[in-house]
């Protein structure tokens, strides 16, 4: 199994929905990947912390950069999706 496989099964897997030879199959790669496995631990804190409802408050001046990147990143995407394919470029943002 590769990363973009093991990918394609992860809400499987947080599901419970993953029959038992594909669960050894994704618990091997994880063995063996540390990018992987740091997608696994960081997606169950956020599952955690959203089931616990804590909240968190982010600073203005963060709270105010990640409204930008993401309204700055629709755009692009919006005018990519418009434009002919040889002017589209792939947005780059940087919060």
């Known amino acids: 199994m590769n990363c973009t496989e093991f990918l394609a099964k992860l809400t499987d897997y947080f599901d419970g929905q993953i029959d038992p030879e594909l669960l050894a199959e994704v618990k091997e ?4 990947c540390h990018h992987c496995e ?44 418009v434009a002919p394919a040889s002017e589209a470029k792939p947005a780059q943002i940087r919060v």
């Not at 790669?29 to 063996?32: F, I, M, P, S, T």
């Not at 997608?39 to 804590?54: D, F, G, L, P």
């Open 29 to 32: 790669h994880l063995g063996v």
């Open 38 to 81: 740091v997608v696994v631990s960081t997606t169950q804190q956020t599952i955690s912390i959203y089931r616990a409802h804590e909240t968190y408050e982010f600073p203005e001046d963060l709270a105010t950069r990640l409204r930008t990147a993401v309204m700055q990143r629709c755009t692009a995407a919006k005018a990519a999706s």
